[in-house]
């Protein structure tokens, strides 16, 4: 079966997620650097030169992760975000 005719992934389960100061978010344990760009958030692991582009403008969000990218569901940066949005953190 191709990629292109692949069924999407199963919905990842909610992350677990903490801001543990301005601009720093924990997903799952890991620690990420979280800045406003044009459109969204650009989120970027601890040590990491590849950051992901959670893109905010209307619906439905998308982020640039391969999980959300190349399995067409939601990702926990996505998730995380969004969970961080509806409690007025983000």
């Not at 543990?20 to 970027?44: C, F, K, M, P, Q």
Request: hydrophobic share 35%; aromatic share 8%; glycine share 10%.
């Amino acid at each position: 079966m191709s990629l292109l005719h692949r069924k999407p992934a199963p919905p990842v389960s909610p992350p677990q997620w903490a801001w543990v100061e301005d601009g720093l978010l924990e997903i799952n344990g890991t620690l990420y650097s979280v800045r406003a760009i044009h459109g969204g958030y650009e989120l970027r692991k601890a040590g990491s030169a590849e950051p992901h582009h959670v893109h905010t403008e209307g619906e439905p969000w998308s982020c640039t992760c391969g999980d959300h990218v190349w399995r067409g569901r939601e990702c926990k940066h996505l998730l995380a975000l969004r969970a961080a949005f509806a409690e007025g953190r983000a």
